[in-house]
């Protein structure tokens, strides 16, 4: 179970992180 909430919040941060590289796209 932990490992699942560990990987959501690394999606979350990358996610976050891509849109912080990239706002044009967003």
């Known amino acids: ?3 699942a909430l560990f990987i959501l919040c690394l999606v ?3 996610y976050l ?7 044009e796209k967003f």
């Open 17 to 23: 992180i891509y849109v912080l590289l990239r706002p």
């Open 12 to 14: 979350v941060f990358g």
């Open 1 to 3: 179970m932990f490992s």
